[in-house]
């Protein structure tokens, strides 16, 4: 099978969804089928190939379709940047597709504009829907109608896609949460060969967040419950864009938290040293948050739990869909205290979560959602 994958995105990127596009095509590839992903040819800081970058073991074939790239420029990131990009990139897109019309392809996507643009053509045209807006299937009734097949990375957004379009829209969806490479691993440091390679004390406790510093993901409240912990505890919040590790820097200082260690972001690889370094993981999202509650499908769920540590995470209906007490710890969201009593808890080990976690980790690899999703294109 031949696909296309089009992202108008910055590609290689340090954005989570740059890791999923880039494991979803190797698992395609690996599978046999052909696969081409289709991005605008932007400015990058990342200097290194997509497999180098990514630590694929296949190279993945990237067209990259001119634009004017008025983001990287000295205008900045503003909405007129944003416009000026897409539209080209739109463009661009049309004259390379018009080239191959004559060929039988799946347009898969996780761009709802280019679906809506692109419908009604002869190509068949597969929306993956993850981050999207309060409203948003009120806002987009065309999709339903035009596009082949909708993948939803959690249940939540198919129930409510039926809900607004309507039931004869369900048989062109399918349900499938993001995923993880688990043998990346299978073979993880010990605590302690973990953090002698980061010089962490051996004796104290370290409970570990990984990702951005946004609000929603709750690591301002991680940072919170730092204040009800004692000297043996430490928080480590490892990531964040420059501009948001900067503002969390400047939080932590302002408000004298002690027992906290931030350190910037670290390529992917790097990320499972401090994970098997780490007492337990952290999963703070806040419930404040709507995208939080119900749509997010965080691959970084998959990774705690692969990286065979306990894992203790917000009570959100998001994160109960894909696991349950039995692989975490659960804890009402934006609770400092609560939050900081699961860390004391499961920093002393919880190896009956442990073993479960991982095992359903194991069973959701990028390899088994790559085979589901092209059964779902087959039948389009």
Known sequence: MKIYFIMNVRFPTEKAHGWQIAKMCEAFLLLGHEVVLVVPDRKNV?????????????????VRLPVIDMLSSRWGRSRLSFVIMEWTFIRALRLWLKRRSSESAVLFTRDQFFA?????TS?????????IS???????????????????????????????????????????????????????????????????????????????????????V???????????????????????????????????????????YVP?????????????????????????????????????????????????PAIRELVTEREVYFVPPDNTKALAKAIQLLAQGDSKRVNAGFVLAAANDWETRAKRLIEAFQMI
Request: hydrophobic fraction near 40%; include cysteine.
């Open 46 to 62: 990342i200097t290194k190939s997509a497999k180098e970058y990514y630590h694929l073991t296949i190279d993945i074939p990237i």
């Open 116 to 120: 809506e643009r692109f419908a009604k």
């Open 123 to 131: 190509w068949h045209i597969a929306l993956e829907v993850h981050d």
């Open 134 to 220: 309060q409203g948003f299937f009120k806002k987009h009734p065309r999709l339903a109608k035009n596009v082949d097949l909708f993948v939803m990375t959690n249940s939540w957004k198919k129930h409510e896609a039926v809900r607004v379009w309507g039931e004869t829209v369900k048989e062109k969806i399918i349900a499938l949460p993001n995923a993880i490479d688990i043998k990346a691993y299978q073979d993880m440091d010990s605590v302690s060969e973990a953090r002698q390679k980061l010089g962490w004390d051996q004796e104290r406790y370290y409970a570990v967040y990984t990702g951005h510093f946004y609000n929603w993901k709750g690591a301002y």
């Open 222 to 264: 991680l940072a919170d419950a730092s204040q009800q912990l004692d000297d043996r505890y430490c928080i480590v919040l490892l990531g964040g864009i420059k501009e948001d590790f900067a503002k969390m820097k400047a939080y932590v200082a302002t408000h004298a938290l002690k027992h906290i260690l931030l350190i910037p």
């Open 268 to 316: 992917q690889d790097q990320v499972r040293t401090y994970l098997a370094a780490a007492n337990c993981l952290v999963l703070p999202n806040s419930g404040k948050s709507w995208h939080s509650r119900f749509t997010t499908s965080p691959i970084k769920l998959w990774e705690y739990l692969a990286a065979k540590r306990p894992v203790v995470a917000s009570d959100l």
